[in-house]
C-alpha cells in the first residue's frame, strides 16, 4: 500500500508516493533520483548512506521514508561547494569515492555540531563510517583544516593585528 508524503529535503519540499516499509535510502535513490546516498551494508555498518535529518548524521537505510515527514533532510546533493567538500578534494581524502558521500555528510554534521572538537572526538564520529580503500589519515587530515579554518574566522582581532 502506497501512501503520499512530503520530505524537506535540501531545502525543497518533495512530494512522493511511497510504501510504508520503504528505506529513506530507497526513496531518495529510487523515487527521487537522489542518488549520492549509496547503498553498502544495508544495515547501518558502513555509513555509505549517511544522510544529515535535523543536523544530524543518520544512516539513511535504518531510517523509514515516512519517518523523514516534517524533518529537514540533507543529502550530499544538497553541500555543493562546501568547505568539506573542498578540503576532501584538496587532501585527496579519497579513492573509489564510494564511501566518500557518506564521510562528507557525517563531517559536515560534525562541523555543525562539534566546531572545537578534539582529535578524539573527530575520531569517534568517524568510526560509524568505513573505508575499504585508503587510511583514514586523509580523512581526518581534511576535517581538521575546515575545522581550523571556522574556528581561526571566529577569534576576536588582537591589539598588535589592528596595528599591522
Known amino acids: 500500500m502506497f501512501q503520499y508524503v512530503v520530505l524537506k529535503i ?27 546516498s549509496k547503498p553498502g551494508c544495508l544495515n547501518g555498518d558502513c555509513g ?3 544522510v544529515i535529518v535535523d543536523g544530524k548524521p543518520m544512516k539513511s537505510c535504518l531510517m523509514l521514508g515516512v519517518e523523514g515527514t516534517g524533518k529537514e533532510i540533507t543529502t550530499i546533493e544538497g553541500l555543493q561547494g562546501t568547505a568539506i567538500q573542498q578540503a576532501f578534494v584538496e587532501y585527496f581524502a579519497f ?9 562528507i555528510m557525517n563531517c559536515q554534521s560534525l562541523i555543525e555540531n ?41 577569534r576576536p582581532i588582537s591589539r598588535e593585528s589592528e596595528m599591522d
Open 48 to 50: 555509505a548512506c549517511t
Open 114 to 154: 562539534e566546531p572545537k572538537a578534539t582529535d578524539e572526538k573527530i575520531s569517534e564520529w568517524l568510526k560509524s563510517n568505513i573505508c575499504r580503500c585508503t587510511g583514514y589519515e586523509e580523512i581526518e587530515t581534511a576535517i581538521k583544516s575546515v575545522l581550523r579554518e571556522s574556528n581561526s574566522k571566529d
Open 10 to 36: 535540501n531545502g525543497e519540499d518533495r512530494p512522493v508516493m511511497i510504501r510504508s516499509a520503504d528505506t529513506l535510502l530507497e526513496v531518495l535513490r529510487n523515487e527521487l533520483g537522489l542518488t549520492g
Open 95 to 103: 579513492q573509489c569515492g564510494y564511501c566518500t558521500p557518506g564521510y
